[in-house]
């Protein structure tokens, strides 16, 4: 019963990660990616500091840098390079690949069990995104493809060391750390890059707050959470909501038309992730972590 109270509460992460899309072209200024990545992580990272008043010591410092490079700064810049290249199915379908590379990284750093069952049904939630947002006449450019890869690359194993290196604070905290090592790495690439925001309007400003407060503080602090009490073969998955409430979303507030190979997507994607719980259960058993090795001891 906890088991599955952990899943609900980790799966609304993805969740409202579906709606990013819908705010972004409805509420945000166009074409400043990186300043707006910023925006969502850093005042959210630095409000959760001042909230928690705890900073990391020791050799945290360094790997709160890590995470936050992978978990935001570098996958939120592969994922724009690829979005701005490739056609947005395109895009969501390589960065699906991502729960596979968590199997497979989990098997390595953390002992978990990589189960057939698993690494079938990440591959069938593949299938299920590209039905959900892929046209037939999507084109494929190769930097937009590397892209992609890197992204996905980048979160899995932000997503594996998340739980390898778990410190001795709350979740609260750690999501704060990583948040603001994100945000300030991306702060001189996204001036070096982009021009100054243009005065920013109350929808703007409505906007960036959603997507700091509840599209990344709120979400990450109940991802990391997740990672920790369940692992990172069994949270990865859940990313396939992503794609699927951007779809629901578009079709209840936009209007758009839900064709049947989309429906047929979004019961594959459904059912990948309850069969790949269905297995990752089989594996750990009902305490979620017998066949896994413990994370390391904690150091400061």
């Known amino acids: 019963m906890q088991r599955n109270l952990d899943l609900i509460i980790t799966a609304v992460?993805?969740?409202?990660?579906?709606?990013?899309?819908?705010?972004?072209?409805?509420?945000?200024?166009?074409?400043?990616?990186l300043t707006v990545s910023v925006f969502r992580a850093l005042p959210a990272g630095l409000l959760l500091l001042l909230a928690v008043r705890q900073l990391p010591s020791g050799i945290w410092?360094?790997?709160?840098?890590?995470?936050?490079a992978l978990n935001f700064s570098i996958f939120w810049a592969m994922l724009f390079v690829s979005a701005y290249r490739l056609p947005g199915?395109?895009?969501?379908?390589?960065?699906?690949?991502?729960?596979?590379i968590v199997i497979l990284l989990a098997h390595v750093l953390l002992g978990s069990a990589a189960r057939l069952g698993a690494i079938a049904a990440a591959a069938a939630g593949i299938g299920g995104v590209a039905l959900l947002i892929l046209t037939p006449n999507a084109a494929l450019d190769p930097i937009g493809i590397l892209a992609g890869l890197a992204g996905a690359?980048?979160?899995a194993f932000g997503t594996v060391l998340t739980r390898k290196w778990q410190p001795p604070v709350s979740p609260l905290a750690f999501t704060a750390w990583q948040l603001t090592a994100g945000g300030l790495l991306l702060l001189p690439v996204a001036l070096w890059f982009e021009p100054a925001l243009p005065p920013l309007t109350?929808?703007?400003?409505a906007g960036l707050a959603y997507l700091g407060l509840i599209g990344a503080a709120?979400?990450?602090?109940?991802?990391?959470?997740?990672?920790?009490?369940?692992g990172p073969a069994v949270v990865s998955p859940l990313g396939f909501l992503s794609p699927l409430t951007a779809v629901l979303l578009g079709w209840w507030w936009l209007g758009q038309t839900l064709s049947p190979a989309q429906i047929l997507g979004m019961v594959i994607v459904l059912g990948s992730i309850w069969f790949g719980q269905r297995a990752q259960q089989a594996a750990t058993g009902p305490s979620g972590t017998a066949g896994q090795r413990q994370p390391a001891a904690r150091a400061d």
């Open 13 to 33: 992460a993805p969740a409202i990660w579906g709606s990013t899309y819908l705010v972004t072209t409805e509420l945000l200024p166009q074409g400043y990616p």
């Open 61 to 68: 410092w360094l790997r709160v840098l890590v995470l936050g």
């Open 89 to 100: 199915g395109v895009a969501a379908t390589v960065g699906a690949i991502q729960p596979l």
């Open 153 to 155: 690359v980048s979160m």
């Open 202 to 205: 109350g929808a703007n400003l």
């Open 218 to 230: 709120l979400t990450y602090i109940l991802w990391f959470r997740g990672i920790a009490k369940l």
